[in-house]
């Protein structure tokens, strides 16, 4: 059976502070909203032009959402498509693998690779 996985987009800073404590507990707009976003494969590469259009310096995490149990809620949110979102804190335990934001030749996000 295959794990369920969605993505989460941090910045340099928030990809330090997840590794080094083990936990993220959201980017100002997640703690505004009142949960972590994420998105699944399909919507990662809009997420970022969208969100993080100019930004450098980014990386991706994928998130394995089986971990996260009751805390992932499906909701809708850009053009009615459910994205998933963390109820609660992400920690360093349900991350899959992580990488530097990398764009393949069609400008489409590369998926991070576990070693």
Known sequence: MRTPVAYKVLTSDQMTVLEHHGIFTGAPIDL???YIHLSTHAQLTETVDKHFAGQTGLW???????????????????????????????PL???????????D????VMLPVAG
């Open 60 to 90: 991706v995490a994928a998130i394995d959402l089986d971990v996260l149990g009751t805390a992932v809620k499906w909701e809708e949110s850009r053009g009615g498509q459910l994205f998933p979102h963390i109820y609660g804190e992400l």
């Open 93 to 103: 335990s349900a991350v899959l693998a992580y990488g530097e934001l990398v764009r």
């Open 32 to 34: 505004a909203d009142g």
């Open 105 to 108: 030749d069609a400008g489409a």
